[in-house]
């Protein structure tokens, strides 16, 4: 029996271990972590000397485990990186267990939670080429599919573009290829970011911009190119919109525009709690129209969330529904916890043009609104807003105004005419 051991900030929080009679795993605080009075997952996991276990909960999602300690898993792209590394080894992916990926995310995972024993330890931060890392990305989307990619003409720069991979791109969460970097402040040098990086580098996500799945049948796992200035776009308006988001830009190399973006869980080195809504209220973010954004304001009442960050959630959600981010699941929205205990809203992110008709994905919103999932009006914005009705009125009237200047946004990001056109005729601007 594997025991897992969780820490935070140095200290053990719990144990965990997978029980094959209930068929999930189970959790214990230790005592010391419970007379520290710090929540890590209040609703799902309150601090107490009981053994928690919750069979009932999605396998595809939770992998038998708590939600807090799922979120750490690697999402699809990550799991496509592990399994093409397991391949070359010659270990069938599958028999490589949910408890396994997460030791192997180790010390590596977003947020602050850490997992012991580690099994891969990577204790520096090297160098990695960007053309390299994207050429491998591509091959890891390809292999998906059961396609052969030859990365060059040396098994052993393969094999290096493999390690640089496995050290960006194992523990980002999302469908689509990203890598977790560190990046200088001349924007001259890329650095593999799931380690402490050394002076002048800042902890970065990168979403690759051309890697693309081929695979109609599959989610989208990596983006046409010019999806990058597109992400772009959409950042520099919802800023506009008053929306709170980390610092954003474009790594252009080559024909490609990377976007980057800074991570909200790392300030210098050190490590922020996070908890995304799945894990939070074990929201599962794998079945679309089985939760609510109701239900999202009350998870943040029960947080004790503060009124203006209650205002900022309603921004976010208006502009979601004007601006047709269809992605809005619960893993992308999320908490973070501040010293001192309390919890606050996370900056936004994952904020793009997502809607495509007839994708059993993003046709519709993932979240409802006021029981609709499609077709809102004005009294569905409304519907969650009786306590800051006059506010409500005034956010929705600044995102309208604001997304109908798309062009200008998409003008400064380079956006693809093209894109620009079908993402213009999809905007809701009649509220």
Known sequence: MVITRIQLWGDTVGAMYFDEQRGCCIFEYTPSWIAKGIEISPLRLPLAPTLYQFPQLSEATYKGMPGAFADTLPD???????NAWLARQGRDPAS???????????????GALEYEPETARLDQSTEIDLTSLTRMAQAVVDQRRGLSEQLSDSQQRSDQAMQSILQVGTSAGGARAKAVIGINQDRTEVRSGQVDLPPGFEHYLLKFDGVVEHSRSQETFGDPQGYG???????????????????????????????????????GNQKIHYQSLCAMDHADYKQPGHYSYEQLFGVMRALRLKRNEALQQYRRM????????????????????????AWQLAPAFDVAYSYKPGSPWVNSHQLTLNGKRDHFDRHDLLAPAESFRKQALQIIEQVQDVVADWATYAAKAQVPESLTEEIKAAHRLGF
């Open 318 to 341: 208006v502009f979601n529904i004007v601006a047709r981010n269809h992605d809005d699941h619960t893993k992308n929205f999320g908490f973070v916890l501040k010293p001192g205990g």
């Open 229 to 267: 200035r597109m992400e772009y776009a959409y950042y520099l308006m919802a800023r506009d919109c008053g929306i709170e988001m980390m610092p954003c830009e474009l790594l252009e190399e080559g024909e490609r525009a990377h976007f980057l973006t800074k991570r909200f869980d790392r300030v």
């Open 76 to 82: 699809d792209f990550g799991n496509a990186v592990i």
């Open 96 to 110: 490589f267990s949910a408890l396994e990926r997460l030791l192997y995310t180790g010390k590596r995972g977003m």
